[in-house]
């Protein structure tokens, strides 16, 4: 017979074989390692902008805590008068909670418990989720880069001490 009788394969057909059968061994390890992780809960798609918009809030509110610590107590007074008064002609020369008739309280209530399930049922359907890669790629740049900056805010609160031959030829300020 001939064909029980076969050459024996090639030492390259031979080495492909083994390569192959561990690329095959790694995919299984790697498919089962993606499975045991969990999945990423979804986001929506403005979350980024918001959590942007909340870190200039912040930033803008202590330059104000600032801004006001350093500001004289006549400048502070009448600024606090004018910002009550901006306040006052947004909301169209309302008269306070304290200072309203209870029907008009009672209406205004009514008005916003009709609007509220108006509200939320449309922000549910309008959300737009974000694409999973896009959320995953970018918390991990986030991540990266929050961790850059407690680095340097480390660096900055415990700077490093000078080098002994750079202390010798710097003058103590």
């Known amino acids: 017979n001939k064909n029980d009788s076969h050459p024996p394969a090639s030492v390259a057909t031979q080495y492909f074989a ?22 990423i809960e979804p986001l929506p798609a403005d979350y980024f902008a918001k959590q942007g918009e909340a870190e200039l809030k912040a930033r803008a509110q202590a330059a104000k805590e600032i801004a006001e610590s350093q500001m004289p107590i006549a400048v502070r007074k009448f600024t606090n008068k004018a910002e009550l008064e901006r306040s006052v002609r947004a909301n169209g020369g309302t008269v306070s909670d304290e200072n309203m008739p209870v029907a008009t309280k009672h209406f205004l209530k009514k008005a916003a418990e009709k609007e509220t399930p108006k509200a939320a049922a449309s922000s549910k359907e309008g959300v737009d989720m974000m694409p999973a890669a896009i959320q995953k790629f970018t918390l991990t740049a986030r991540e990266e880069t929050k ?8 660096l900055n609160n415990n700077p490093l001490q000078m080098p002994p031959g750079v202390a010798h030829f710097t003058h103590a300020v």
């Not at 192959?20 to 499975?35: G, M, S």
């Not at 961790?147 to 480390?154: D, R």
């Open 18 to 39: 083994e390569q192959e059968a561990k690329k095959l061994q790694e995919i299984d390890i790697l498919r089962a390692q993606v499975k045991d992780k969990a999945s």
């Open 147 to 154: 961790k850059k900056k407690m680095a340097l805010e480390e």
